[in-house]
């Protein structure tokens, strides 16, 4: 989608190029999946990917058509026979214990959970190496998280709550008294995961990458080390890592009966935008322009 450390040229420092290449020789770019194919010697291209405004674009479309489709009144209502049916197949099948505590708390907050580790790892890398991007990136990131793409313990962030207010919309369970459109877990689920897969964790093995450069120069330059490694397969596997903890979220709320599942449709609609919209916040501050 929006790799940030592996496309952008303002965040290509020198001290990760070798030397030949700060004499003037063609840099050897970080992360820029330089894979030879098996067998013939030669460099696989980069993979293209969609950028960040487009994802941005793409997103609210999404939402804005799952919304007219549960709200629109020339609405054909596509969506209701799915809310409807999974609503139906919960209360029977599933009793009060495995709807509040296994899907309510373990399933729904599984996806969230882990992400924010993965960013309290990245703090940590950001203190440990003192990259700059890297703290501005978590700085973005914490700011969106707490305005509209976080999970507050005692209520929604502002954007989400402004959305349920504007919607009122009932949820499918009595016990569950606030409104229930966009999901807020679903939204945190996919904005948390997708800033750390394409934002702060290419950012964190960049500067891993740049301190391991600095401390063994000599290094053999041909010889893929462990952060590029790493990135590697995070570039191979993030768009289904990233999937599947949306969707791991928004299970966890329909199975607990907290929300209908055209709620989480749009709760990981308004998560990936948000998630877009933070890359790209980074990359107009990374090279000093306007957003």
Not at 94 to 110: I, N, P
Not at 167 to 181: E, I, L, N
């Amino acid at each position: 989608m929006f790799s940030l450390a592996a496309r952008l040229s303002p965040l290509r420092t020198t001290s990760l190029q070798p030397p030949a290449a700060r004499r003037g020789a063609p840099a050897v770019l970080p992360f820029s999946c330089r894979a030879t194919a098996a067998g013939s010697g030669r460099e696989a291209a980069p993979k293209q990917q969609p950028s960040p405004l487009v994802t941005v674009g793409a997103a609210a479309v999404g939402l804005a058509l799952v919304s007219y489709d549960v709200f629109g009144p020339g609405s054909a209502h596509l969506l209701q026979p799915l809310d409807t049916a999974a609503h139906a197949w919960v209360v029977a099948n599933l009793d009060a214990t495995t709807r509040t505590f296994w899907a309510g708390k373990l399933v729904s907050d599984a996806a969230i959970t882990v992400g924010l580790l993965g960013w309290a790892g990245v703090t940590a890398a950001a203190l440990g190496t003192r990259q700059p991007k890297l703290a501005q990136a978590l700085g973005f990131s914490a700011a969106v998280y707490v305005l509209g793409g976080g999970s507050i313990k005692h209520g929604d962030p502002v954007l989400v709550a402004a959305l349920k207010d504007a919607f009122a919309r009932v949820r499918p369970s009595v016990h569950h008294q606030t409104y229930s459109f966009p999901s807020g877990h679903t939204t945190a689920g996919t904005f948390v995961c997708g800033t750390l897969l394409f934002l702060l964790l290419p950012l964190a093995l960049q500067a891993w990458e740049e301190q391991q450069r600095e401390e063994q120069p000599a290094q053999e330059l041909r010889t893929r080390s462990a952060p590029q490694r790493v990135q590697a397969w995070l570039e191979e596997h993030r768009w289904s890592l990233w999937g599947s903890a949306a969707l791991l979220t928004a299970s966890g709320r329909v199975l607990a009966d907290a929300h209908w599942m055209s709620d989480t449709i749009a709760g990981a609609c308004l998560g990936a935008a948000l998630t877009a919209l933070t890359v790209q916040l980074c990359r107009g501050a990374a090279s000093g322009r306007r957003v």
